[in-house]
């Protein structure tokens, strides 16, 4: 194996018929078990939901571990990988990043190209006195990476998206945090919301998720619009 061209992607170990692959920087695994049934893939993708209803109980440091080891596992540009949890408790200091979100965007001009966009849980709040930006939840999940990554940004959103599909499994729910990304991940706005939850100057917040115990049940799957395909043949 040349080491100095390995990018410890693990498919010579996963492909090995005999287990026989002794590769010191990819392991050898446990075998693959039988997957689920189709149908049964469908319903399991189809579970979660986003939550916007938390209840107050903080989530116990061992069971959100688990959580975000799934995160480490989707397909990834050149198995690079390169994305960090900061992982933020407490509805003390939830509100403080609330609070940070609405100082900014409320000095944002209208013609800012993401203004109605990142206004308007601002507006539903005043309006109608909830917090439509971060509803409630006790805990966030920043997923953070190296400020110069080329890839790590896009690994964010897949390795959150693995977070979001394990969560139901957990008891947990989710909800993407979109606007507090957007602002968050903005360059000029970056380092206010680095600095209040202690990330380091070469750090990069690429993807914001509401994690907690949801206050509301889900009996039933959803639809969604038909699939539509195309084909060039």
């Known amino acids: 194996i040349d080491l100095e061209r390995c990018n410890r ?17 990819s392991r050898l695994q446990e075998e693959l078990r039988p997957l689920p049934a189709p ?49 933020v408790r407490g509805r ?22 993401d203004y109605d966009i990142l206004i ?49 499994s957990l008891g947990l729910g989710t909800c993407w945090g979109g606007q507090i990304q957007r602002l968050a991940g903005r360059k000029e706005y970056m380092s206010r919301f680095s600095a209040l939850i202690g990330l380091k100057e070469d750090q990069r917040i690429c993807g914001c998720m509401m994690v907690g115990y949801p206050a509301v049940a889900f009996r039933r799957y959803v639809e969604r619009d038909p699939l539509q395909v195309s084909w060039w043949e």
């Open 92 to 113: 003390e200091r939830v509100a403080q990043i609330h609070d940070l979100y609405f100082k900014i965007v409320s000095t944002l001009s209208k013609d800012d190209p």
């Open 39 to 87: 149908e049964e893939a469908l319903r399991f993708l189809r579970a979660p939901r986003s939550v916007r209803r938390f209840e107050q109980r903080l989530v116990p440091r061992e069971l959100l571990l688990n959580l975000l080891d799934a995160g480490r596992y989707p397909q990834t540009a050149k198995n690079s990988q390169g994305v960090h949890y900061h992982v």
């Open 9 to 25: 992607c693990g498919h010579c170990v996963a492909v090995c018929p005999t287990g026989e692959m002794d590769h010191p920087l």
């Open 120 to 168: 308007r849980p601002v507006n539903v709040q005043r309006a109608k006195g909830f917090d439509a930006l971060l509803y409630n939840c006790p805990q966030l999940i920043f997923a953070v990476c190296d400020e110069k990554s080329t890839f790590d940004p896009r690994n964010a959103q897949f390795s959150l998206t693995f977070i979001s599909l394990m969560a139901p």
